[in-house]
């Protein structure tokens, strides 16, 4: 077929994935698809240019993405990129349009069909191509290795001829994906660990993964997965048994997050106050704002004794593994559009109406639509 995909090499700081692998690009050469990859976007990832054996190395952007089909990325490009597509063409990757206004206008005067990762649908049909989920797994992982080297102390328990050293005792807040691989990391290096979600439905995956579920009484199961936003009358009644349970934490990893939205505040400064000198707080949801009132995207920082580390980017941070799934997530929704006839995108497929942003130079995503107009 004659069809031609580029891969940009990502612009955004510390961003060190590649959004297709050399096996993936064998997978499209395979299927007589041209794939063309920006010079040195692999080598972060452990890719470098001569391991894409099957594909055309650029380093003139700007004539590459002129004759692109589609175009992929990780992170939103910059919006010069996306001023140098071919008109009509194709991108797929993370948009995040709240955070990239500037980007979508450009996206739609060059009337990019954009299929935005972060908006595949959560349905069982589409569990391959989630983005959010196979990301949410590398952080989760990261974050946890992450709160064991600020911490102070060992995390399981040891007898020595010194003595014996308790493990240490971690809560992990919200049990999405993120939170369930931070549950699995934490156990297998030895932690106690205490789970809090305010979905009840998380409390079978949560002790199957060998932790104890803490039951505020509230319960915000929302739709498509998510959790929905607390009243605040229910903010205070998790708000005081969450307290309860951080005074006694060693460690704690929070990754409650609402796609589109600033994160919600959980932690309080007063929670904090609470904790014991020592205690680490790893805040996930740093990226859109922080799950405590203390945390500083991007920063470390000391209050009290007690340390908050609001790291951006974790999934960057093992970017092998995770461009390797991403990778994967982007292969499996192109299956979806090519055919043993050439690229045939249904824009009536739940799937891909589901994650459609722009089109024939419209914003064309009901719910992303609406919260751009909200704020």
């Given at each position: 077929?004659?069809?031609?995909?580029?891969?940009?090499?990502?612009?955004?700081e510390g961003e060190k994935r590649v959004a297709l692998d050399p096996a993936s690009v064998d997978k499209l050469a395979g299927q007589s698809v041209r794939v063309q990859i920006e010079a040195g976007a692999g080598e972060s990832a452990g890719h470098p240019?001569?391991?894409?054996?099957?594909?055309?190395?650029?380093?003139?952007?700007a004539g590459a993405l002129a004759q692109s089909d589609i175009t992929i990325w990780v992170a939103a490009p910059a919006v010069e990129q996306a001023q140098q597509m071919k008109p009509g063409s194709m991108g797929i990757g993370q948009v995040m349009a709240h955070k990239h206004p500037e980007l979508l206008q450009a996206l739609n005067q060059r009337q990019i069909s954009t299929l935005a990762m972060e908006l595949v649908p959560r349905i069982t049909r589409a569990q391959s191509m989630d983005v959010l989920s196979s990301q949410a797994t590398v952080?989760?992982?990261?974050?946890?290795?992450?709160?064991?080297?600020?911490?102070?102390?060992?995390?399981?328990m040891l007898t020595t001829a010194a003595g014996t050293l308790k493990p240490v005792s971690a809560l992990i807040i919200g049990a999405g994906v993120a939170g369930l691989q931070a549950i699995a990391t934490a156990r297998r290096l030895g932690a106690r660990v205490e789970a809090y979600d305010i979905r009840p439905a998380a409390r079978e995956q949560v002790e199957s993964l060998g932790a104890r579920m803490i039951d505020t009484g509230v319960n915000a199961e929302g739709e498509g997965g998510y959790a929905r936003e607390l009243t605040e009358e229910e903010k205070q009644q998790q708000a005081e048994a969450l307290a309860r349970h951080m005074a006694k934490a060693d460690v704690v990893i929070s990754t409650a997050?609402?796609?589109?939205?600033p994160a919600p505040k959980i932690i309080t400064e007063a929670m904090v106050d609470d904790m014991?000198?020592?205690?680490?707080?790893v805040d996930l949801?740093?990226?859109?704002?922080?799950?405590?009132v203390l945390t500083q995207p991007g920063q470390t920082v000391t209050h009290g004794g007690v340390t908050v580390d609001g790291p951006l980017d974790l999934a960057s941070r093992a970017p092998l593994h995770a461009s390797e799934m991403y990778a994967r997530n982007v292969m499996n929704l192109l299956g979806l559009m090519l055919t043993d006839d050439g690229f045939e995108p249904d824009y009536e497929d739940e799937v891909i109406a589901g994650c459609l942003l722009t089109h024939g130079g419209e914003l064309v995503h009901a719910q992303v639509k609406q919260r751009l107009e909200q704020s």
């Open positions: 077929m004659s069809l031609t995909v580029t891969v940009l090499r990502e612009q955004a240019d001569s391991s894409y054996s099957n594909a055309e190395i650029f380093s003139d952007s952080a989760g992982y990261e974050a946890t290795l992450r709160a064991a080297s600020l911490a102070p102390r060992l995390f399981p997050a609402i796609p589109g939205r014991s000198p020592g205690a680490v707080i949801a740093a990226e859109s704002g922080g799950n405590c």
